[in-house]
Each structure stands twice: as C-alpha cells, then as structure tokens.
C-alpha cells in the first residue's frame, strides 16, 4: 500500500511539473508568434507597383504632385546592347534599336504626364544620353552624378530638385536601388529596362514620399487619373 501511495504522489508531481512545463511552452510560443507579427507589420514595405489596382491612389497622388511640380522620377536607361544578341543602336555600350524603340514609347508617357516644368539630366554613360534622346528628342544634360551615385543618390537628387519643377534622371538599376536603399525601403524590386520610379518631395515634407514604380509594359495598365480624380469626388460626395 505505501508503496502504491508513492507511485500515486510521484505521478502527481509529474502531472504538475508537465503542467508547469506546458504552459511555459504555451507562454513562449505566444511570444515568439508576437515578436514575430510585430516585427512584419513595422518592416518597410518595398516600392509599390503603381500598375496594381490596389495601388491606384497612389496614381492619382501622382497625378496631382506632378501637376505641382513636387515628383521626382527615375528612369533607368533602355535595353543594353552588350548584354544581348539584340541589334545595337550604335556603339556597343549603349543601348539596341529595341530599346530605342521602347524609349521613344516612354517618353510619350511622360510628355502626356506634361514636361513644361521639368528639368530632365542622363547619365555620362553612352546607354543613358541615348535612352534620353530617344525619349525627349531634345538635347538632355548629362552629369556625373547621376551615375557615380553610391551613397548619394537622395541627397544629390533633392540638391537638383527645384520647388515647383520636376525632376527627371535617365539613370541606372543601381542608383535606383541607392535611393531606395537611403530611403529605408527594400531593394528587392528588380527595375526592367525603361522602369520608373516615383518620389514625391514637395520641400514640406521632412521625408520624400515613396509613390511606387511603373514597368515600361504596364503604363496602360495604371488608372487614368480623369477616372480616379472622378471616384475620389464621388466618394467626397458620399461623407
């Protein structure tokens, strides 16, 4: 019988010591599932894609910002002619007649975004002063630091930028990839040929503002800003 009464009392303590043991384990993986929500919800979010429905405020902001002289806009060069097969434009550090082609589309887009206040500088690079060319036709200022930009693309970009006027850089995936990186924002977008990406600096803002980036492929695809402007006094007119 004593023997059996101690049994009983050993598996007691064990029932209670696993008790004990379980809610500890309860009580850390509730923590960890915490900490770890915690830390997705404050991590920065990459550059959005302007072509996503989703994202269609964002087009309308830039629409607006835009039309008050507040964005700056980074275009990477056009199709690389010494990493295809692709006929070249001309020299082989430049671009192909592809990209030639896909630059003069683009800047068919920014001249309907309107470049009457714009100031637009390329590149030194070959690839750069000809994706330019092809898509303002009028001669563009090429300087040195729009490409040589590590470290100093976001302080050289709002030295260039002036209140009231846009800015438009014929640049480089790495020089986009600078800024986003000073601006605390993942680089992990991969930026095609003739990508652009969207800031807003209105020179009020302590921070330039993220906007997001668009393909040269998906120009079509965002809002045009007529609709959203609509929608957005639509729903004004609804509160």
């Known amino acids: 019988m004593l ?3 101690l049994a009983g009392a050993r598996r007691a303590l064990l029932r209670k010591a696993l008790g004990r043991y379980r809610n500890t384990l309860v009580v850390i993986a509730a923590t960890v599932i915490t900490v770890f929500i915690t830390l997705e919800l404050l991590a920065p979010a990459p550059a959005p894609n302007l072509a996503l429905p989703s994202n269609a405020s964002r087009v309308l902001v830039l629409s607006e910002s835009w039309a008050q002289g ?3 806009a980074l275009v990477r060069h056009g199709e690389r002619c010494d990493r295809t097969s692709t006929l070249c434009l001309g020299p082989e550090d430049g671009i192909t007649a592809h990209g030639e082609l896909v630059s003069q589309a683009l800047g068919q887009e920014f001249r309907q975004l309107g ?3 714009a100031d637009i500088y390329s590149s030194l690079l070959t690839r750069s002063r000809q994706t330019a060319k092809a898509m303002f036709i009028h001669p563009v200022s090429a300087q040195d630091w729009v490409f ?3 470290g100093t693309m976001l302080s050289d970009v709002l030295k260039h930028k002036v209140p009231g006027r846009n800015l438009v850089l014929v640049t480089h995936s790495e020089c986009m990839d600078d800024l986003e990186s000073q601006m605390h924002v993942p680089t992990d977008t991969t930026f095609s040929y003739g990508a652009s990406l969207f800031i807003k600096a209105d020179g009020h803002s302590a ?3 993220m906007l997001g980036y668009i393909d040269t492929k998906d120009w079509n695809s965002m809002m045009p800003p007529s609709v959203l402007s ?3 006094r639509f729903e004004a007119s609804r509160l």
């Open 115 to 117: 470049l009457a206040h």
């Open 3 to 5: 023997s059996l009464r």
């Open 70 to 72: 507040d964005v700056i």
């Open 207 to 209: 921070q330039p503002q």
């Open 148 to 150: 040589n930009c590590r």
């Open 230 to 232: 609509l929608e957005h």
